[in-house]
């Protein structure tokens, strides 16, 4: 799954997440630069919403992955970003 989406005025920070349900990876990229990178196919967590939190500028980004507790490998995710507590994107896969 990916999120792409601006962060701040102009000209504003493009923010790239990526994230690989399959293989559990994940990439965070701010400007084209690597600012997070996971790389875990199997974690042991109860919490069924996972959340980023990034600060850009005086911006504060959080980005979740919420799964499904039963089956969760097998059913889409929901992905949400949000800038200073307003959602800006959202997706599910």
């Known amino acids: 799954m990916e999120l792409q989406f601006t962060v ?3 000209p504003g920070y493009a923010v790239e997440f ?11 990229t701010v400007d084209g630069q690597t600012v997070f990178k996971q790389n875990l196919p199997f974690e042991e967590s109860w919490s ?3 959340r980023h939190h990034l600060s850009i500028d005086d911006h504060e980004v959080i980005i979740e992955i919420e799964r ?8 889409p995710m929901e ?3 949000f ?3 307003e959602l800006v994107q959202s ?3």
């Open 8 to 10: 701040g005025q102009r």
């Open 18 to 28: 990526i994230h690989s349900k399959f293989w559990g990876r994940t990439r965070i």
């Open 48 to 50: 069924t919403v996972k």
């Open 68 to 75: 499904k507790r039963a089956f969760a490998g097998l059913r």
């Open 79 to 81: 992905y949400r970003a």
């Open 83 to 85: 800038v200073d507590g």
């Open 91 to 93: 997706r599910t896969g």
